[in-house]
């Protein structure tokens, strides 16, 4: 009896430890599997999350890319029509030009002293008959494609202009005979214009009377259609043009509010 109890006493105390051993590492077992599953389920919702929102960021930046891109055609698109519309401006100007060389010649200020004298009539009279009506340049005069052009090429078509309209200007004085046209014509702001667009040709602008920068007109045109051609064939203006053309737009909008406040001035003495 007492040999079957230490047989069972030695049979449960190497039992015992092995099943608590084998029953842990069941347990281990299992709840590491169990962890294991959930954590493969989580992993596996976040990578398809992962792919959707991969997905959703390939299809955004693809939308991007291709709206980055049609916008960029149409703004290609627009900048052509504004070089046409520009360059189609300045063929119309060039119908001032006749004008404008015909001027060149004449003493402005001493016509406009003897504005009353008979001979004055017949000098009006040759004037005119170059002259177009303003009403049909008007029609296009290109004020809405500056945001589409470099600001280089926008100022040279704004000195282009500030030349032949200034010249009509002078012309228009003479024509209806007004007093004092030195008082109401200024030509500070076309001045300051030029000599930003053409600061090798200050002397000349300084030295010379308005009438007289019709010479300059062949050269404005010749830089103007330089500029546009740059954008026609996708080249960007270099460092230089853009702070040449910083300066020049900056004597534009100077000019503008000179020409506003001269404009004010008139029409408060004419009353």
Known sequence: MDDQLAIVSIILWVLVPLVVFLARNWLVTWITKGVQHR??????????????KEGEISTLRNNVLSGSASRRSLLDKRR??????????????????????????????????????????????????????????????ARDEQPFLPDLAW????????????????????????????????????????????PHQSKFIDENEPETYHYLLEEIEGYLLNELRKILEGRDADQAAAQQAKEIMKAVNEGNKEDAKQSVANARNEN
Do not use: C
């Open 80 to 141: 052509f029509d504004a070089v046409e519309r520009v360059w189609t401006a300045v063929n119309d100007m060039a119908q001032l030009k006749t004008l404008s060389s015909m001027m060149a010649i004449v003493n402005f200020k001493a016509v406009a002293k003897d504005i009353d004298h008979p001979s004055i009539d017949n000098l009006l009279t040759m004037l005119g008959s170059a002259t177009p009506d303003l009403k049909d340049l008007k029609k296009n005069v």
């Open 155 to 198: 100022a040279y078509f704004a000195a282009y202009r500030s030349i032949l309209y200034g010249t009509y200007m002078r012309y228009a004085a003479l024509k209806n005979k007004m007093r004092d046209t030195e008082k109401y014509l200024t030509s500070d702001g076309t001045r300051k214009i030029l000599k930003a667009a053409l």
């Open 39 to 52: 954590f493969d389920i989580e992993l596996e919702k976040v990578r398809s999350e992962l792919r959707d």
